[in-house]
């Protein structure tokens, strides 16, 4: 059977997933925000609205292109088997099951943690990430907002790791979770970790909005996606905003 119209069919599959999955979460926690009273992004009500509508296109367009790697790793494990995902649950998986998860994590935010890095270089910024700071400040709709370039890296990782690192399917679910959720609620103004935490060892280890709303101000640090690790190690972690609520 020729591959190619299972592999259309897979893509246009995880391009709709990608889109919905955008629609929920975003518009999830952006209700959520309004409905806590805050305002997140432009205090100008005329450049907030612009904001968010250039927002939503860029995540469209990056959902596009997500869909494309994602839709080839689905084609590649439902028809030829060709991934590492399994979905039989053996007594060594109990173990496999959180390391898997937290090596596809550090994976994951190593990757970010370079090439975002790398994106702020003067011949890359214009080009490849001045979409993503374009949102001053971010709002829960700049979850995606990426130029195609951006997106193209931040989409490939995880369907390239699962031709390399054996991953049960719910753990993958759990990756692919972690990855939507810190997305979107590091983006949308607020803390929604509660202060003991955010001052506490959680926080001084796992990235939330509280560190990311720092690198939107001040561009030059806090590069990281899910843990301070790389930032800590290379001096450029900056700490905390202070909007902790
Ligand atoms: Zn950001
Ligand atoms: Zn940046």
């Not at 030829?80 to 039989?88: H, P, S, V």
């Amino acid at each position: 059977m020729s591959t190619t119209l299972p592999l259309a069919i897979a893509t246009l599959q995880t391009m709709a997933i990608v889109i919905v999955r955008y629609f929920a979460t975003s518009g999830g926690f952006a209700w959520w925000t309004a409905r806590r009273g805050i305002v997140a992004g432009p205090a100008d009500p005329v450049r907030r609205r612009r904001q968010v509508r250039a927002e939503i296109r860029w995540s469209l367009i990056s959902a596009v292109i997500y869909g494309l790697p994602a839709g080839l790793m689905l084609a590649a494990w439902r028809f030829e088997g060709l991934t590492r995902i399994y979905t039989d649950f053996g007594l060594g998986d109990a173990i496999w099951w959180p390391v898997s998860i937290a090596l596809y994590l550090f994976l994951h935010d190593s990757w970010f943690y370079w090439t975002h890095r790398w994106m702020h270089a003067p011949a890359l910024f214009a080009r490849v990430h001045a979409v993503h700071h374009a949102s001053k400040p971010p709002t829960a709709w700049a979850a995606m907002s990426f130029s195609p370039w951006e997106a193209l890296s931040g989409a490939l990782v995880i369907p390239l790791l699962v031709f390399l690192i054996p991953i049960h399917i719910s753990a993958l679910a759990v990756v692919l979770t972690v990855a939507t959720v810190m997305g979107v609620t590091n983006h949308m103004g607020w803390e929604m970790f509660p202060a003991r935490w955010v001052n506490g060892w959680f926080g001084r280890h796992i990235i939330t909005a509280s560190h990311h709303e720092e690198h939107h101000k001040r561009y030059t640090c806090n590069y990281g996606l899910y843990f301070r690790f790389w930032d800590k190690l290379c001096g450029t972690d900056k700490g905390l905003a202070n909007f902790t609520r």
